[in-house]
């Protein structure tokens, strides 16, 4: 039904359905016949979407459909399963799931873009806890579950909104612009769930300044973790190369060879015995910032951070079965313990230099607590909205 208003008529419903109707002869001229069940509003959707059609052969038989669409289509199998769930790809004009097994002599329609359409900076009314901030740079303290720019999501919303870069935009009007324009200000910055201090430029040259002071290793990043057992040693040195993992790329690794160099510095600053097993609160400081540099370090010493399942960590810590005290409930964090306490560097305009501090969030102060007497507690982290 046309909207309020609308003036299209029968005439032009009638001269548009014959349009796609041609449209869609043409397409499947080599071979396909054209279905003529396909209700009008399907037939309008795909003319919007520009369709395309692929013909599945006997060579393809036995293969599940994503793995088909993904190798014909050149995307990720994680893309085809967002077209097929929502309804995007119909097999012989009906929804099909991921997993259906192909017997080669299938109509493939895909009615959705191919390519997720660009990320992009929205300007956000969220709160910030901002730390420094003048004319030049402002550093913030970030909780943990706030993205800082758009990424990664299984909706447009969820690789688009509530980004630290939406809220700067809305609290400040304007950022540097080296960054991109999905990354305005950003000069560096910290995985999704890690909290803390992170740099931004206001203005191009105080962002060419501090990316310098990057780059050469100027700048010092202080961060507090816990991590599961104790450290063989009080202090020391990691420096394994890191790289993307070949077989899970949501991870990187320290295993492969050629990857890009990574100092980490740690020192033990208590040993904990707890009814969930032993741990060790550290400070590290870093050389270089790469890609889950901290995590993939320190899982690659056996001693992952307290809540990065991606890494190895539990994602529930349950009581040790020769504790004396029963029935102690799981500790769950919902977060990493990793937090960016300090952030020492020069000023890219007076040249002076500055030291910002800040303390662990609440709720890892509530789940140490909790980890060290065994006792419930909310301990959830204050994700940003």
Same mark, same amino acid.
């Given at each position: /039904?046309?909207? *309020?208003?609308?003036?299209?008529?029968?005439?032009?419903?009638?001269?548009?359905?014959?349009?796609? #109707?041609?449209? =869609?002869? &043409?397409?499947? *001229?080599?071979?396909?016949?054209?279905?003529?069940?396909?209700?009008? &509003?399907?037939?309008?959707?795909? +003319? @919007?979407?520009?369709?395309?059609?692929?013909? %599945? %052969?006997?060579?393809?038989?036995?293969?599940?459909?994503?793995?088909?669409?993904?190798?014909?289509?050149?995307?990720?199998?994680?893309?085809?399963?967002?077209?097929?769930? *929502?309804?995007? $790809?119909?097999?012989?004009?009906?929804?099909?799931?991921?997993?259906?097994?192909?017997?080669?002599?299938?109509?493939?329609?895909?009615?959705?873009? $191919?390519?997720?359409?660009?990320?992009?900076?929205?300007?956000?009314?969220?709160? !910030?806890? $901002?730390?420094?901030?003048?004319?030049? @740079?402002?550093?913030?303290?970030?909780?943990?579950? /706030? /993205?800082?720019? +758009?990424?990664?999501?299984?909706?447009?919303?969820?690789?688009?909104?509530? %980004?630290?870069?939406?809220?700067?935009?809305?609290?400040?009007? *304007?950022?540097?612009?080296?960054?991109?324009?999905?990354?305005?200000?950003?000069?560096?910055?910290?995985?999704?769930?890690?909290?803390?201090?992170?740099?931004?430029?206001?203005?191009?040259?105080?962002?060419?300044?501090?990316?310098?002071?990057?780059?050469?290793?100027?700048?010092?990043?202080?961060?507090?973790?816990?991590?599961?057992?104790? !450290?063989?040693?009080?202090?020391?040195?990691?420096?394994?190369?890191?790289?993307?993992?070949?077989?899970?790329?949501?991870?990187?690794?320290?295993?492969?060879?050629?990857?890009?160099?990574?100092?980490?510095?740690?020192?033990?600053?208590?040993?904990?015995?707890?009814?969930?097993?032993?741990?060790?609160?550290?400070?590290?400081?870093?050389?270089?910032?790469?890609?889950?540099?901290?995590?993939?370090?320190?899982? #690659?010493?056996?001693?992952?951070?307290?809540?990065? #399942?991606?890494?190895? +960590?539990?994602?529930?810590?349950?009581? @040790?079965?020769?504790?004396?005290?029963?029935?102690?409930?799981?500790?769950?964090?919902?977060?990493?313990? =990793?937090?960016?306490?300090?952030?020492?560097?020069?000023?890219?305009? %007076?040249?002076?230099?500055?030291?910002?501090?800040?303390?662990?969030?609440?709720?890892?102060?509530?789940?140490?607590?909790?980890?060290?007497?065994?006792?419930?507690?909310?301990?959830?982290?204050?994700?940003?909205?």
């Amino acid at each position: /039904m046309a909207a *309020s208003g609308s003036k299209v008529g029968s005439g032009a419903n009638r001269k548009r359905d014959a349009l796609v #109707s041609d449209s =869609l002869a &043409r397409r499947f *001229s080599a071979g396909y016949t054209v279905s003529t069940a396909l209700p009008p &509003r399907t037939l309008e959707t795909m +003319a @919007l979407a520009e369709p395309k059609y692929l013909a %599945t %052969t006997q060579e393809n038989a036995g293969k599940r459909l994503d793995q088909f669409l993904a190798s014909h289509l050149s995307i990720s199998r994680a893309r085809v399963q967002q077209l097929i769930t *929502s309804e995007k $790809i119909l097999v012989n004009d009906a929804p099909a799931k991921p997993s259906l097994k192909l017997r080669g002599d299938e109509r493939v329609s895909v009615l959705g873009p $191919i390519a997720r359409p660009p990320l992009r900076a929205i300007a956000e009314e969220i709160p !910030l806890d $901002i730390v420094y901030e003048d004319d030049d @740079l402002a550093v913030i303290d970030k909780p943990a579950g /706030m /993205m800082v720019h +758009a990424g990664a999501g299984a909706t447009d919303d969820a690789r688009n909104r509530g %980004t630290l870069v939406n809220a700067l935009l809305h609290h400040f009007g *304007s950022l540097s612009a080296v960054g991109g324009e999905t990354r305005p200000g950003i000069v560096h910055r910290l995985d999704k769930d890690t909290s803390g201090l992170i740099m931004v430029a206001k203005n191009d040259a105080a962002h060419q300044k501090l990316a310098r002071q990057f780059a050469r290793r100027e700048v010092k990043k202080t961060y507090v973790a816990l991590v599961h057992g104790w !450290l063989k040693k009080d202090s020391g040195t990691i420096s394994s190369s890191i790289s993307r993992d070949r077989v899970r790329r949501t991870r990187m690794t320290t295993r492969l060879s050629g990857g890009r160099e990574a100092v980490s510095h740690y020192n033990a600053q208590r040993r904990l015995d707890t009814p969930f097993g032993k741990f060790t609160l550290i400070e590290v400081k870093i050389d270089t910032g790469r890609t889950h540099q901290i995590r993939v370090h320190l899982a #690659s010493i056996g001693h992952p951070v307290v809540g990065d #399942s991606l890494y190895g +960590a539990a994602a529930e810590l349950r009581p @040790l079965a020769n504790r004396s005290r029963p029935n102690i409930p799981p500790l769950s964090l919902g977060r990493n313990f =990793l937090h960016a306490a300090q952030l020492q560097f020069v000023h890219p305009r %007076t040249g002076q230099s500055l030291v910002l501090k800040s303390p662990i969030p609440s709720e890892l102060e509530r789940f140490l607590a909790a980890l060290l007497s065994g006792t419930p507690a909310q301990i959830s982290a204050k994700h940003a909205p």
